[in-house]
Each structure stands twice: as C-alpha cells, then as structure tokens.
C-alpha cells in the first residue's frame, strides 16, 4: 500500500535561518506531488506542484523553493526564513489523473 | 472561474443526530468533487469523491455525499452523528482548467458533535 512521510512534525527556527522540510512517498511511481501551507487552521493554500523529477511549478510568488531530486521525494526549503512563513505544512501526492490526493500529517513552523 | 464555498464556517450537532456540511462549487464542464476531514494537528484525509455515476457517493467513516448538479451543491451527510466526527471538513473540486491535477479546496467547516 501507498504511504506519505513527512518530517519533522514540529520545527521551530529563527528568522533568517534556512529550511528544508522533506516529504516521500512509498508503494507507487510517478506520482503527482504538491506543499500546500495552511494559516490560521483553515484555508489551504498551494505552493508548489511536481509531475515528475525536477518539474517544479510555482503557484504563488513567495520565500519558499521547492525541488523533486527523486521520483518520489519532495523537499521544500528557504535560504531565510521570514516570520510570516510560519504555518502548517502539509505534503500531498496523487496519482496522475482525476483521483484524490494523499496528505502526508503536516509540519508545523514557527519562525521565532 | 473555478471556486468552492462552504457557506457555514461553524455546525453543531448533538451526538447521534443527522449531520449536513454544506458545500456549492462553480466550475466549467463536468465537476469533479471532493470531501477531506482534518483532525487538529494532522493532515487531511480523503472521505469520498464524485467524479460520474450515482448522485449519491458514499464514502468512509458512514459519510455520504449527494451530488446536485441543477444547484450545484455536494453536501456531506451523515445519518447518525458521533463525538468522534467533530473536525474540520474541506469540499474540494478539481480544476479542470489546469493540464495537472490541481485541487482547489474551501475555506472549511469546522463540526462540534455535542455529547
């Protein structure tokens, strides 16, 4: 069966530091990948989408980066972090197609 | 342009009763619908999904959805609330207009099942 991991669960780093959160996935290929951030409990927003190694796309301008160094791992980092990047961090993946996606349980920063 | 609401940020509920979350959507072409639950502190996990076929999807957990498509609503349902269903639940549609499998999802609603 198809799992997510993600790590860390919690990360709480100064303003200016670097990030980099990690996220893979096991049991399928090829998969769609995304980091969504949730603030405030509520609304997801999406960050970035992978359909493949090293096709990143995007979906809000932003201090964050994200890169696909294997088919099915997923990092998203920042050379320095902002306050207003603290939030709920969750990863996701989908098989191409018309289907539901798959959360990993989320990280959540706190830039102190 | 593509959109989901979820009208009703906050429904409360005694245990043991029906249970309605409410969500419209607008979209261009055929819909593709979705319905996540989110506990606090954890990801969102899938409940069900309408892609074709019967209007009435059932789903995990005794969750159902009824897909209407003259109002364009996709309200989960449940017969018979319990304390352990009270989360953050998020109605999804996917963009169609996009050449990859982007999700928009609503704002949420957040369920109390009162004891």
């Known amino acids: 069966s198809q799992t997510i991991h993600q790590w860390p669960a919690t990360l709480v780093q100064p303003v200016g530091s670097p990030l980099s959160l990690e996220c893979t996935v096991e049991g399928t290929s090829n998969p769609n990948l995304y980091w969504y951030r949730q603030a405030a409990g509520r609304g997801l927003q999406l960050l970035f989408y992978?359909?493949?190694?090293?096709?990143i796309s995007s979906e809000v301008p932003q201090n964050l980066s994200a890169s696909r160094p294997q088919d099915r791992q997923f990092i998203l980092s920042s050379k320095k972090l902002l306050l207003s990047d603290s939030g709920f961090y969750l990863c996701?993946?989908?098989?191409?197609?018309?289907?539901?996606?798959?959360f990993g349980q989320g990280t959540r920063l706190t830039v102190v | 342009a593509q959109s989901v609401a979820q009208p009703e940020d906050q429904v409360n509920v005694a245990e043991g009763n029906p249970l309605t979350v409410k969500c419209t959507y607008s979209?261009?072409?055929?819909?593709?619908l979705f319905w996540y639950v989110q506990y606090p502190n954890r990801g969102l996990q899938f409940l069900l999904k309408?892609?074709?076929?019967?209007?009435l999807v059932k789903g995990s957990y005794g969750f159902e959805a009824e897909f209407n498509k003259s109002q364009t609503s996709f309200h989960l349902k449940k017969p018979s609330a319990l304390v352990s269903d009270s989360a953050l639940y998020f109605c999804?549609?996917?963009?169609?207009?996009?050449?990859?499998?982007?999700?928009?999802f609503g704002p949420g609603t957040s369920l109390s099942v009162i004891p």
């Open positions: 996701a993946w989908s098989v191409q197609g018309y289907t539901e996606a798959f």
């Open positions: 309408y892609i074709t076929g019967d209007n």
């Open positions: 992978s359909v493949g190694i090293g096709q």
């Open positions: 999804a549609v996917r963009d169609q207009k996009t050449s990859y499998d982007k999700v928009i």
């Open positions: 979209v261009s072409g055929n819909p593709y």
